[in-house]
């Protein structure tokens, strides 16, 4: 088992793209400890073609086969690890003072369902300059993921990556950066994981695009095709959440962020596709900022939501055949919207929702939502409806007209906010302020009103200018 370990790490790093290699400061050794084997390396390292290397401690692993194919371990982790640069120069070290990982090794998916892995109280420092400099610190990084074969080849559960209490400070700069805690969580649910590998595999092999057009093996191409077509993605829900992040100097701070969380979503299940997007921003600071702070935007929640979006359509229908898209002008970035996106968009009759967007401040607020079917027979190629809340208009106007006296900034700004204000349809909100309405209609003629108002009868009043609407004239069939 020893050997194979050993020559499956080192096929693998010599077939990456540093083309590295596998050294050993002595001779690696195995022992049988009941049903497991128990192997030491002493201080691996690893060598790149270019001269730089990864050098650890002693590492020592414990192995024990569960099946054919999977293998549960466990890792007693070395404390320390030292990166040089291409001379062969120590450039970092890392240290910290306690971790270990264990989890189970499919051999057929070359991948590991099962992981559990933690650092506690790590170090960074920087070795390249002649005094040693502490670059930062982190109290803990964990990595878990517990996925289970519920059917076979379908793969469900979470998985985690959590850093806690970051800080930065590299040689050479003043900044220095906080971060009380990062998040990334996942669960997927009926995820067709060897296909996913297989399609990684043929991807991670045609690697060849340039700006203006792809050009790769043409059978390979074909083969992702078919294999993402086929595969079941099932469902999956991921988030990624920034904690108490702030950029400091010794005289002050340059900004802070309380949170940032970004969720995304997907359900193949619900034919051709569902996908949603969300990402709130709160407790925002900066310094320097031009405008008054009262209103200065410290929340910000934008949340979408895909219905019938033929995601798997889009990137396989030109793959799937490569001469009739070479005929048809495909190839090029700029005509793939046109020939590809936007019949099958239309075709599927795509909806996009806007469940909320906001953006707050202590004295001004914009709350909206709003509905966007594709509709290839409306002049507008959409319809659609939107309802958007401003408050404190009357105070950002005020402030408007204050900069515009002074010179801070561009009379064409206050004329716009009272224009707005003109529009909108005053009322008293929920929580008592005075709130401007604005109902926008996007009709199947391709006319725009706001508060029944046809922005066609602005167009020629010199306040605001629109593009005239073009009839849409495009064909796709629905395919699944």
Known sequence: MLSEILDYIADKLAASEVGARLEMGDTAIARAVGESVKMKFPAPEIVAEDGSWVRLEDMVARVTPISEDAFEFSLELPHSVAVSDADGQPSERIDWRGGAMRGVWRADLETFPIFHGNFHDVVLTDLSRAEVHQDGTIETISLDQDLVELTPGLWSGPS????????????????????????????????????????????SANPVFNQEEFAADEQKLREAAEVFATMNAGAAKSTIALLGLQFDTPEQ????????????????????????????????????????????????????????????????????????????????????????????????RTVVEFEEVSLRAASVSLTAHGRLTAEESSML????????????????????????????????????????????????????????????????????????????????????????????????????
């Open 253 to 348: 701070t340059l900004f802070s962020l309380q949170e940032l969380s970004l969720n995304m979503a997907y359900d193949n299940d619900a034919q051709p596709g569902e996908y949603s997007f969300g990402l709130t921003v709160s407790g925002l600071e900066q310094a320097e900022i031009t405008i008054p702070p009262e209103f200065h935007p410290r929340v910000g929640t934008l949340k979408l939501h895909l219905e019938r979006f033929p995601i798997r359509q889009i990137l396989t229908i030109p793959l799937r055949d490569l001469d009739a898209s070479s005929n048809a002008g495909i190839g090029k970035y700029d005509a793939v919207f046109e020939k590809i996106v936007l019949p099958l968009i239309y075709a599927n």
């Open 160 to 203: 985690a990556l959590e850093v806690t209490k970051l800080e930065i400070q590299p040689a050479g700069e003043v900044e220095t950066l906080f971060l009380d805690r990062l998040s990334l969580t996942s669960d997927i649910r009926d995820f067709d994981l060897p296909a996913w590998q297989a399609l990684s595999t043929v991807i």
């Open 381 to 480: 190629g959409v319809v659609g409806n939107a309802e958007i809340e401003i408050t404190g208009l009357d105070k950002l106007i005020t402030e408007a007209a204050r900069q515009a006296e002074s010179g801070e900034s561009a009379p064409e700004f206050l004329a716009m906010l009272t224009f707005a204000k003109g529009l909108g349809r005053p009322e008293i909100n929920a929580d008592g302020e005075v709130a401007y309405m604005f109902d926008i209609l996007l009709s199947p003629a391709g006319e725009i009103t706001i508060n029944e108002i046809p922005l066609d009868l602005l167009q020629g009043s010199g306040q605001t200018s629109l593009p005239l609407a073009q009839p849409q004239h495009v064909q796709a069939s629905v395919r699944n």
